[in-house]
């Protein structure tokens, strides 16, 4: 193993053509998260402070300077690359990005996180122009609450309907659930009949202090073991082997039915050693690791005159 740099990342030597992009750890990423937008049309109240400050448009990286960087990285060893925000589908033209993405040779998938409140008119042709699927985060089943929850007013059925176009389309789909203790942790056992029904993943995620508004208080986090309890009171689960570098532990239906449970237990049962995951920012930072506050700004490398292999070092 190289001697560690500044960034937490050691060149070492590689079968790949250039040094994968490992830590000193022994953590190799494989996974690239990319922010295409810090902006929101909605305001999670586990999420967006109540008066959000957004980048200045000069800031944020344009399409052409994240997929610099996506192929550089792709050269040390990114394989999927998830693009998430803020909300990315705010981003004018996403779709093209995903093009521009979907050009890269080594890249083998693209997906996209979204609360699905967009997606109807654009699901068609993110999947044309190369996304494999999508994730669409949904909190709530009941109208009231999911706007309690989202700030979003009469949203629910464009959801619902985005998710319906995304299935048209052809796009793999999975639903993130964030579960709270007495928001919607009673919900958790009609997610499991609604992705029963409609045979896709939920991952039900647990509640962690990353919230704008600092309302995060520890008796709220349902663990993903007490999830896990109260499917089981109806449906028997069996354990999925889990993917390497994955964050979620996942289960099958025992009766065949083909939806899948996954939670993704940050809090409880963090998955940091297993993590091949870095993440580019809306503004162009690289964050190795999803609890540092600074990430390394490449953005001025990528607007000054460095090459790429300046930029990989
Ligand atoms: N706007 C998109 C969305 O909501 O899907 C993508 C960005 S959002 C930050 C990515 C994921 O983080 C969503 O599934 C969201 O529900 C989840 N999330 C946001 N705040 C969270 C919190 N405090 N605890 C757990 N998950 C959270
Ligand atoms: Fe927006 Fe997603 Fe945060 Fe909700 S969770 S406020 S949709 S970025």
């Not at 610099?68 to 990285?73: G, K, S």
């Not at 999975?174 to 007495?182: D, L, P, T």
Request: hydrophobic share 35%.
């Amino acid at each position: 193993m190289g001697a560690r740099s500044d960034s937490g990342f050691t060149a070492e030597s590689s079968e790949g053509p250039e040094p994968p992009l490992a830590d000193s750890y022994g953590r190799v990423a494989n996974k690239l998260r990319i922010q295409v937008t810090d902006r929101c049309n909605y305001s999670c109240d586990f999420c967006m402070p109540k008066e959000p400050v957004w980048l200045d448009r000069r800031e944020i990286l344009t399409f052409e300077e994240i997929t610099r960087m996506a192929r550089i990285l792709a050269g040390m060893g990114v394989e999927k690359i998830r693009l998430s925000g803020g909300e990315p589908l705010v981003r004018k033209d996403v779709a093209k990005l995903v093009s521009f993405l979907a050009e890269i040779q080594r890249i083998r998938s693209i997906s996209l996180t979204t609360n699905g409140s967009m997606l109807k008119e654009v699901a068609g042709e993110l999947k044309s122009n190369g996304l494999a699927g999508v994730t669409v985060s949904l909190h709530s089943l009941k109208p009231d609450r999911y706007r309690l929850i989202t700030g979003a007013s009469n949203m629910l059925p464009r959801v619902l309907e985005g998710i319906e176009e995304a299935r048209r389309a052809g796009l793999s789909l999975k639903i993130n659930c964030v579960i709270r203790r007495g928001n919607n942790d009673d919900e958790i056992l009609d997610f499991a009949r609604l992705v029963r029904d409609w045979s896709v993943p939920v991952r039900f995620i647990e509640y962690v202090p990353f919230d704008g508004r600092h309302l995060w208080d520890a008796g709220r986090v349902v663990s993903g073991s007490e999830m896990v309890q109260k499917v089981s009171t109806v449906y028997k689960l069996i354990p999925v082997p889990r993917e390497r570098g994955g964050t979620a532990s996942t289960y099958r239906f025992e009766d065949g039915s083909k939806g899948e449970i996954g939670i993704i237990a940050s809090m409880t049962r963090p998955f940091c050693a297993d993590c091949g995951r870095v993440r580019l920012t809306a503004d162009g930072k690289i964050v190795p690791y999803l609890f540092i506050n600074n990430g390394y700004d490449v953005r001025p490398l990528l607007r000054g005159e460095a090459g790429d292999d300046e930029i990989r070092d």
